[in-house]
């Protein structure tokens, strides 16, 4: 009785590693060729350009090799220079957690021979570069063999349509920001003297308010918009002939915002915050520039206190030590002078798409 009792736990147990087994990708058998229509390094574009791939079983493998192939999924999957620091795109050799590959292409029943599928790439593929691979599945929707594009070779780019550029932020989504309030008799007196503001580091006080711009988000997934940073950033006055302040098109590597103001949870609507200029802000001509970042902590969208040549809405802080012509005269407005407001932020990329 206890033997037998053993012998249909250890079954079970046996039964329940077998199908709890992960399979890996290591284990596959490259019998499939692929090829994609895109050339070395070609750059795509998202939500307009076509990639056709064709696929086929390899004809030197001996006969039978395809028999339990039912399905074929063809997917695009990141090159290993757009997994780097990046976790949510790592390659994994259990298929069950790798990432590697998360943009379904199409699924196909299984053929050995004459297959090829048209794909307009989607809108919500982000900018990076990728590869193809196709995956057989068994009956059971297992993972039996696979095919790809590529080593290092064949590599190609896909630019998002809405890529983490500020070319784009410039010509489709910085909109001017004339709401700040003022006090009229001082705004006058600025107008004439200076035509923006003027702060004192470790003293003023600059209150920010902003919200999601109904209309121009309109239709746009913001359900993974997780935090705001909102920054200080130079008005090209400021950084003309200074290279540590230059603005670049790569956020990564993009100079203009260097101080942090706050960080905050994301939400649309009413939302104000009240800053102190920290004594290290040096002086310089500045705006106030807010970012979104996704649960990834990718920049998804923007707003920005000045128009799109960034010549409206400016202020100055002067540092502590700092000397500006005019000062006395303007610490009298600080108060007065020290509200803008940020209104409606601007969808810099669509929202990373999901596992499929
Ligand atoms: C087909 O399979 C053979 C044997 O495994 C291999 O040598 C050859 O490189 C494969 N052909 C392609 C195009 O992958
Ligand atoms: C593949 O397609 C070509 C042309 O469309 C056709 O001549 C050939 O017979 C097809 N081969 C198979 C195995 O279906
Ligand atoms: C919101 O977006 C629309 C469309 O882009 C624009 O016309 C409007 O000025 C924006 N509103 C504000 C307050 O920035
Ligand atoms: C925003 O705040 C005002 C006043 O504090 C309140 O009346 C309004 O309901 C709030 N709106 C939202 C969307 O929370």
Not at 156 to 173: D, K, N, P, V, Y
């Amino acid at each position: 009785m206890k033997l037998k009792g053993f012998l249909v736990a250890s079954l079970l147990l046996s039964c329940l590693a077998a199908t709890s087994q992960s399979i890996t990708f290591s284990s596959l058998p490259r019998t499939i060729i692929v090829s994609a229509s895109t050339t070395q390094q070609q750059v795509l574009k998202a939500g307009k350009d076509e990639i056709i791939v064709t696929w086929s079983l390899n004809t030197t493998l001996q006969d039978g090799t395809d028999m339990t192939y039912k399905t074929v999924k063809i997917k695009l999957c990141y090159a290993p220079i757009s997994q780097k620091d990046r976790g949510w795109r790592k390659t994994v050799d259990n298929l069950a957690k790798d990432k590697t590959c998360q943009h379904k292409i199409v699924s196909k029943p299984y053929s050995p021979s004459n297959n090829t599928f048209t794909w307009t790439i989607k809108k919500d593929v982000p900018t990076a570069t990728y590869f193809v691979r196709a995956y057989a599945y068994n009956s059971a929707d297992e993972e039996v063999a696979f095919g790809q594009t590529a080593g290092s070779i064949n590599l190609f780019e896909i630019q998002a349509i809405s890529g983490r550029h500020f070319e784009f932020l410039t010509s489709r989504h910085m909109t001017p920001n004339q709401r700040g309030q003022y006090n009229p008799t001082c705004q006058e007196d600025f107008q004439l003297q200076f035509n923006y503001r003027v702060l004192k580091g470790g003293e003023s006080t600059l209150t920010i308010s902003w919200s999601l711009n109904a209309t121009s988000s309109a239709g746009i997934d913001t359900s993974d918009y997780r935090t705001v940073e909102i920054k200080f950033c130079y008005a090209p006055i400021s950084q003309k002939d200074r290279g540590w302040r230059k603005t670049v098109d790569e956020l990564e590597k993009d100079k203009t915002c260097q101080h942090k103001i706050v960080e905050r949870p994301y939400s649309p609507s009413n939302n104000t915050y009240t800053a102190t200029i920290k004594k290290d802000v040096p002086s310089a001509t500045y705006f106030v520039r807010l970012y979104v970042h996704n649960s990834h902590k990718e920049v998804v969208a923007f707003g920005d206190t000045t128009d799109a040549k960034k010549t409206t809405n400016l202020f100055e802080v002067v540092a502590v030590s700092g000397r500006s012509i005019g000062l006395d005269v303007a610490s009298v407005c600080f108060s007065a002078f020290s509200i803008i407001s940020l209104f409606g932020f601007f969808i810099l990329e669509k929202r990373r798409a999901k596992n499929k």
